[in-house]
């Protein structure tokens, strides 16, 4: 039976996703294809070891994800970071944490239009690129606008089918090493480790990668649409480890058949090398059948995004950070925040002016902060809140782990280009000013969660609920 999560007044979020629905969505929100899209950039900002940038980024998400899983069993509310640090900390900081990363979900329903966009330019020269993106977004807009679960079932859909493709390219260039191009091997350490290979541009490298692992934690997002919220850990741990496997299979085998970023032509080591792998691989035949997987994934990941941010912005809203007659609001026939939808869907048209490398600089400077946030929450909840920091396991569990995944995180930090940090930081000081204006000053708390909306309660499953 699905019911519906409690809420005070008017219409509520609806309990209709299963843990595989939410994985798809994680995976969706992800992108596989996204490695052949920003192989040429990562190819040649590490010198031709891709793989090795995704196993470094898989490494550093996996100790986040962890933390992740902790906390949104701990906090199962919709929100992601911004929750859990409000919950965890204060509320001033969760709110700076949560402005901080809405540069990363805004900006990510935004990426996918822009790819969406490289790939019908590259096919289609003639036509005005801005027409495919204007398409691009009334298409996603209505599909999330209308159904929750309509959009699920898309963005499963759409993944399975550009799964299947990357599987027939794998296979593809299974033949072709064997036969004797690119490295002429299937088994060779090159992609991973060579004599030109410096630490320093794997991480600058693994900085740009880290993006595409992003849907890991845009599935806490669904905790409220969720069957029962003691699935959303299993979640975001199935998400991470398909999703890394994923790119490193790929990122390998590509590696293996374009073992030198000069094969590819400047579109490739700008904007997205996609179209020109498919047709080396395949003919044009097979580029545009990985064009069309792209493109799915992309569409699946526009989805899974769009619905993510949306979710965010109501429990922004909600909680009275933003304007919550506007924010706060959810349709009554379709049980969604239609105005954040549509909200997005217009931000989403300005991919008609930038650039990828560009964008996902800005995406990564939001995804660290929240990183970053989750793994000091992990401590803050567990090992100062409830005192869990006395034996020697959860030491371990509560600040050793979390400890790791800052460290990790800010390894990549460090490797951050200037455009992201200086407009990262800009972006955050525009949030100290509207804290500074909505607290007067920090004379009042920034506002909270209704009565009947408290975090730990909010999304008790009611009996009779469906467990996954």
């Known amino acids: 039976m699905t019911t519906t999560s409690t809420v005070a007044k008017g219409a509520s979020l609806k309990r209709n996703l299963g843990l595989w629905a939410i994985v798809g969505l994680g995976l969706g929100y992800m992108t596989p294809t996204v490695v052949f899209d920003t192989f040429g950039i990562v190819s040649q900002e590490t010198n031709n070891v891709v793989p090795l940038a995704y196993f470094v980024a898989l490494i550093v998400m996996m100790f986040t994800a962890i933390s992740y899983g902790k906390i949104s ?22 709110f700076m944490v949560g402005w901080t990363s809405l540069i990363d979900y805004v900006l990510l329903p935004m990426v996918n239009a822009l790819i969406i966009r490289n790939y019908l330019e590259q096919l289609f020269p003639g036509i005005w690129p801005g ?42 260039v299974w033949f072709q090493l064997a036969g004797g191009d690119g490295e002429g091997t299937v088994a060779s350490i090159k992609p991973f480790f060579h004599n030109g290979v410096e630490m320093g541009a794997v991480l600058a490298g693994a900085t740009v990668v880290c993006f595409s692992f992003i849907g890991f934690d845009a599935v806490t997002m669904y905790a409220e649409e969720a069957k029962h919220p003691s699935i959303m850990p299993k979640a975001i741990l199935y998400t991470v480890v398909l999703g890394g496997l994923i790119f490193l299979v790929a990122g390998y085998f ?25 047709d080396v691989v395949g ?8 064009t069309a997987a792209g493109f799915c994934a992309t569409l699946a990941s526009g989805l899974a ?17 933003l304007p919550k007659k506007f924010f706060g609001y959810i349709n009554p026939k379709t049980h969604t925040p239609t105005l954040n939808i549509l909200l997005v869907g217009a931000i989403c048209l300005l991919a008609m002016s930038f650039s990828l490398d560009l964008i996902a600089s800005f995406i990564n400077y939001g995804a660290l902060i929240a990183f970053t946030f989750v ?11 409830q005192g869990r920091n006395k034996s020697p396991k959860d030491i371990f569990n509560y600040i050793v782990m979390p400890a790791i995944g800052m460290l990790l995180t800010g390894l990549l930090w460090v490797n951050l280009s200037l455009d992201a940090l200086v407009g990262g930081v800009i972006w955050t000081v525009l949030g100290f000013v509207y804290l500074l204006f909505i607290t007067k000053g920090f004379r009042k708390r920034v506002a909270g969660f209704d009565e009947n909306q408290s975090v730990t309660g909010f999304n008790k ?7 996954d």
């Open 73 to 94: 069993a701990a906090i199962p509310s919709a929100g992601s970071a911004y929750t859990y640090v409000r919950e965890s900390i204060h509320p001033n900081l969760g």
């Open 461 to 467: 499953v009611p009996e009779g609920a469906e467990a």
């Open 305 to 321: 995004s769009h619905a993510s941010v949306s979710r965010m912005l109501l429990v922004m809203g909600r909680n009275n950070v």
């Open 131 to 172: 027409i495919w993106v204007i398409i691009y977004c009334i298409l996603v807009t209505s599909i999330i606008y209308l159904t929750m679960r309509g959009t699920s079932n898309m963005n499963m859909i759409l993944l399975v089918f550009s799964i299947i493709v990357m599987a027939v390219f794998v296979v593809l």
């Open 254 to 278: 590509t590696q293996l058949r374009f073992p030198d970023y000069h094969e590819f032509n400047d579109a490739s080591l700008s904007d997205s090398a996609l179209t020109q792998i498919g």
């Open 375 to 385: 793994n000091i929450s992990v401590i803050a909840w567990f090992a100062v809140r």
């Open 283 to 290: 003919g044009k035949v097979f580029q545009a059948v990985l």
